[in-house]
């Protein structure tokens, strides 16, 4: 394991446990930035964590695999096990067919989280894991009920397998995330992740008068640089 200091800003961490003793977790992760402070937390607290990335639903293909490749990068520097799942996008848009129109925290990101943690509690039970869990919900932007809802559901036809719903955001979980993705540079990505929310997200600035997304170029560390000026 390489030497990692896991202090942000003198702050303590405090000691994780799982659930119910469970020693094995598998973890969604959906990018660098939101599963940072997670993961972090979980090597520091010495929980047995494996990275389970499995997002068909981000558009487009460069887009997903610059994701993918910031959440190796901090893997690798925790030392932490990551495995890389399919992207089997097309099996992505079959499920969302007809929910296209839905909004953000919708039906449409309800199949989305579903067909994400099926897979997600499919592989632990096969691997040898007694517990799942989900990067999601750290954001603000989603509903932590509806996540806990599809990992909670998907974890259930496994008898060895439970979902762990811990709130990521409590004691400061949200402005770590936002402090560790400032000291690790992560890439900052502007929409969710579908197709479907960069065309509302774009739809959203135009009626603001504001700039189109342009993916790949910004970064949390020059972001937050230009803020301190
Ligand atoms: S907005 Fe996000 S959660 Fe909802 S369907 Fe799109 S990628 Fe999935």
């Given amino acids: 394991m390489p030497a990692v200091d896991y202090s942000l800003g003198g702050f303590k961490r405090p000691k994780l446990q799982t659930p119910n003793g469970e020693t094995k977790l598998l973890m969604h992760s959906c990018c660098a930035p939101c ?16 990275i389970f990335f499995y997002n068909p639903n981000i558009h487009p293909r460069e887009e997903y695999e610059l994701r993918k490749e910031e959440n190796i990068r901090f893997a690798q520097k925790l030392g932490m096990d990551f495995i890389d799942a399919d992207y089997d996008k097309d099996h992505w ?79 400061g979980g949200s ?32 009626s603001r008068g504001r700039e189109k997304i342009e993916r790949g170029v910004k970064f949390y560390q020059a972001a937050m640089k230009s803020l301190d000026k």
């Avoid at 599963?35 to 494996?50: K, N, R």
């Avoid at 517990?131 to 974890?155: F, P």
């Fill in 93 to 171: 848009f079959d499920r969302v067919k007809g929910q296209e129109n839905e909004p953000e925290r919708g039906a449409r990101c309800t199949t989305c989280f579903d067909m994400r943690f099926e897979l997600t509690a499919q592989h632990a039970q096969a691997h040898g894991f007694d517990l799942i869990s989900s990067t999601l919900g750290i954001s603000r932007w989603k509903d932590m009920g509806q996540i806990n809802g599809c990992g909670a559901r998907a974890a259930n036809p496994y008898p060895g397998v439970s979902y762990w719903d811990f709130n990521w955001r409590k004691q």
């Fill in 175 to 206: 402005s770590r995330m936002l402090e560790l993705s400032k000291r690790e540079a992560f890439y900052q990505q502007e929409y969710c992740g579908c197709v479907y929310s960069l065309r509302d997200t774009n739809r959203w600035r135009e």
């Fill in 35 to 50: 599963a940072g402070e997670i993961m972090e937390a979980l090597a520091a607290s010495e929980i047995e964590t494996t």
